[in-house]
């Protein structure tokens, strides 16, 4: 089987759907949890804003 045009008609699995509670397409369907917002996994909204937060402080900054 080839890797172009012909093997993108097999993509045909439905994985993720509209979430209740973010509303973005990321519900997983299998695994009943939202990627976006973690419905279904934790009452609180997933808050990955700490990934980006610039360091704060002197401990490890270069001079």
């Known amino acids: 089987m080839s890797k ?3 093997s993108f008609g097999k993509h045909n699995k439905v994985l993720h759907e509209t979430c209740k509670r ?6 997983n369907m ?4 939202c990627v976006k ?3 279904g ?3 609180k909204i997933l808050n990955l804003s700490w990934r ?3 360091p704060t ?3 490890n900054r270069k001079k």
């Open 4 to 6: 172009g045009t012909p």
């Open 22 to 27: 973010c509303g973005h397409h990321a519900y």
């Open 30 to 33: 299998k695994q009943k949890v």
């Open 37 to 39: 917002c973690g419905y």
């Open 41 to 43: 996994k934790s009452k």
């Open 52 to 54: 980006w937060a610039k």
């Open 57 to 59: 402080g002197k401990g």
